[in-house]
Nanobody, 121 residues
Framework: QVQLVESGGGLAQPGGSLRLSCAASGFTFSRYRMSWARQAPGKGLEWVSGIASDGSTTYYTDSVKGRFTISRDNAKNTLYLQMDSLRPEDTALYYC??????????????WGQGTQVTVSS
């Protein structure tokens, strides 16, 4: 059974940094493209970033380009999202998923509990 456990969220000041982690189990992590999505209060799920199975290709939505960095450690079955220069509009519940960005979010069925990121002074 696919299990994804997100961690690392918290409260950060504008301009600050956080590093999210996603511990994966129940599937062969190294064979899957992985992505991060987020849901801001009152809004739908939004794909934020994606990474190829070998890390060779990455994707970022325009609003986070140059500020967020996605990475993975296939030996540890872990996905990361380094978030720098945080803005209040980055406030959201962040989820990881073992699909590529653009997959209709309503079709994905392995969402974890997410990790809350709050950016506020």
């Amino acid at each position: 059974q696919v299990q994804l456990v997100e961690s690392g969220g918290g409260l950060a000041q504008p301009g600050g940094s956080l590093r999210l982690s996603c511990a994966a189990s129940g599937f062969t992590f190294s064979r899957y493209r992985m992505s991060w999505a987020r849901q801001a209060p009152g809004k739908g799920l939004e794909w934020v970033s994606g990474i190829a199975s070998d890390g060779s290709t990455t994707y970022y939505t325009d609003s986070v380009k140059g500020r967020f960095t996605i990475s993975r450690d296939n030996a540890k079955n872990t996905l990361y999202l380094q978030m720098d220069s945080l803005r209040p509009e980055d406030t959201a519940l962040y989820y990881c998923a073992n699909v590529w960005v653009g997959t209709p979010t309503y079709q994905y069925k392995y969402w974890g509990q997410g990790t809350q990121v709050t950016v506020s002074s």
